[in-house]
């Protein structure tokens, strides 16, 4: 089934890299947020990630037009109604997205595939009930989203096998590359990934070592791409710690998942990495 409009629901940092994912690619994008500010955000986003593709030679002015003049940004769910997939990317609040997804099947055509970029909330709850469930499943891409490319494409209870290959087959058409998984909790990487955050995270809390120290051996010495504390402020600290609870509560509390209390303290004081300028390093200069 050919693909022609995408509707992405909320434009904070990954909505709007998801976006411009498929802005590039052609796909007319409806990119959706109740937040107006937002939506200013994310345009200056675009601008500035496809001009710095023009100075580096990648694209022309004009296709740099082009692929800007793709996304559109609303505040109208209506506006989705034609679209042939929606990919909600909205924080990590479970009764959050189960409403958003009770209102698009509502609103979408029957056929029109849902997509939810949840990094570890359920599938099969998220769609439960829900009219046409079987056109629900999980599209995990990982931040930042037009660089990163792997994408989970996560199988729900209800999901049918038919629309799990158009959602394989549409994240290779994204130039991505898709592995299909099982409705586990955080899916393959966020569940292999708690160990890299938790235990730097009870290293630190042991006095061990400092923040600094545990970033410089795990790149350094480690051959990671980057720190665990680098990395929670590059994702964002309210993102990186939800997860981690998710997969501590739907692991039935698994002493291994167990969230920091560090990392709960940095989320109380608004100290959530790079997008606030402050996290365990200091962006603000």
């Known amino acids: 089934m050919a693909v022609h409009s995408i509707g992405v629901i909320g434009a904070g940092t990954m909505g709007a890299g998801i976006a411009l994912v498929c802005a590039r690619k052609g796909h007319r994008v409806h990119l959706l947020d109740t937040n107006q500010d937002v939506l200013n955000k994310a345009q200056s986003y675009l601008l500035e990630v496809l001009s710095k593709d023009v100075q580096k030679g990648r694209i022309s002015k004009q296709q740099k037009e082009q692929t800007y003049r793709l996304v559109v940004p609303v505040q109208d769910m209506a506006l989705l109604k034609e679209s042939d997939i929606v990919i909600e990317a ?12 009770a209102s698009l099947t509502e609103v979408c055509r029957s056929d029109s595939l849902l997509l939810t970029n949840t990094s570890s909330l359920s599938i099969t709850e998220i769609a439960g009930g829900l009219t046409h469930a079987e056109r629900i499943l999980g599209f995990h891409f990982f931040n930042p989203a037009p660089v990163m490319p792997l ?5 729900g209870k209800q ?7 158009r959602a394989y087959q549409f994240a290779r058409d994204l130039g991505k590359v898709p592995v299909v998984v099982a409705d586990t909790p955080g899916f393959i990487v966020n569940r292999v990934a708690r160990p890299y955050y938790n235990e730097a995270l009870r290293i630190l809390g042991d006095g061990i070592a400092e923040v600094d120290q545990i970033d410089r051996i795990m790149t350094l010495a480690g051959g990671f791409k980057m720190g665990p504390f680098e990395l929670q402020d590059m994702i964002g600290i309210d993102i990186n ?3 981690t609870e998710s997969v501590y509560t739907n692991f039935f509390h698994e002493g291994r998942f167990k969230p920091s209390r560090i990392q709960q303290r940095m989320v109380q004081a608004g100290k959530l990495g790079r997008k606030t300028g402050e996290g365990f390093y200091d962006y603000s200069k």
């Open 159 to 165: 999901s049918s096998e038919q629309n799990v290959t």
């Open 151 to 155: 994408v989970e494409v996560v199988r």
């Open 241 to 243: 710690f939800a997860t």
């Open 90 to 101: 909205v924080p990590e609040r479970l009764e959050l997205k189960k409403s958003i997804f």
